[in-house]
């Protein structure tokens, strides 16, 4: 009988649990499909990003720069 009344228990926790999660889901809906998202003007995309500010130049600049003077110790220990 423990049995049974703990079985039944956890069985109205899930099926409260999903009731909860359909309730909760009913208000607003996300963008299901392409056709709802708001498409950017490719002009104004271009514009924004010709704007971003570049960020790390020196530590990029610094690390290509180790991967070229590697380079070469590289090439000898894969061979």
Known sequence: M???AAEEEE???SRNYFLAKE??????KSARKLSD????DEHE???ASANIEPKHQN????????????YPKWVFDLS
């Open 45 to 47: 995309l271009r514009e």
């Open 23 to 28: 309730m909760g889901s009913s208000g607003k």
């Open 11 to 13: 069985f109205g926790f």
């Open 37 to 40: 998202i708001n498409v950017v």
């Open 59 to 70: 530590d990029i600049a610094d690390l290509i720069n180790s991967y070229k003077s590697l």
């Open 2 to 4: 423990d049995f049974n």
